[in-house]
């Protein structure tokens, strides 16, 4: 079985806190055009296919048009396979040490930001994105300083707070821990 790329992307020790996608929210508009064309061009195939409604001659045009109405619906299914994919190939894992959001099926690409840079987080929902728990959430980091630079945005992230409870909780229990270690030993006096 296939191991989840997040884990080769983790170094000795550490371990994965949160886990979430994009939500699936927006990509709703997709998956209804593309049953809604499967509907269309399964209904009109079976209709061009079973009757003979069509003008001319119906034995060299009936098999035309059901074949364009079968495309539609393979068109369709094509759609709906292509926003599930396009969904599933996006992640953002929250680490003891950073956070990643990786993308990609085959070429995978891979945004790191470590939670020692991490400065401020940014959450921005609409209405929607309120009542459906997704929204649009900015990592600040340390080079985000100067005016040039941008905050690196996560879109439409499902469940957002729990995603920014997740990356503050860690920070902190760095911060603590950088504060709790005990001071180096001095070395013995010779």
Not at 17 to 22: L, Q, S
Not at 157 to 173: H, I, L, N, T, W
């Amino acid at each position: 079985m296939l191991r989840p790329y997040r884990l080769s992307l983790l170094a000795p020790g550490e371990s994965v806190v949160h886990i979430t996608r994009p939500h699936v929210l927006p990509h709703v508009g997709a998956l209804i055009s593309g049953i809604s064309v499967v509907i269309l061009g399964l209904a009109g195939y079976i209709i061009a296919d079973g009757q003979a409604l069509l003008p001319g001659d119906p034995i060299v045009v009936r098999p035309i048009v059901a074949g364009i109405f079968a495309l539609c619906a393979l068109g369709g299914l094509v759609s709906i396979a292509a926003t599930w994919i396009r969904w599933r190939s996006r992640e953002i894992v929250v680490t003891d040490r950073r956070v990643l959001r990786i993308t990609g099926i085959l070429n995978k690409g891979v945004v790191d930001n470590s939670l020692d840079a991490i400065t401020d987080l940014q959450l921005h929902q609409s209405i929607w994105g309120r009542l459906f728990d997704f929204g649009d959430v900015d990592i600040l980091t340390a080079s985000d300083v100067d005016d040039q630079a941008r905050p690196d945005t996560f879109p439409d992230v499902a469940g957002p707070v729990a995603f920014m409870r997740a990356v503050q909780d860690r920070r902190e229990a760095r911060r603590f821990a950088a504060r709790s270690d005990p001071p180096p030993a001095s070395p013995p006096a010779p």
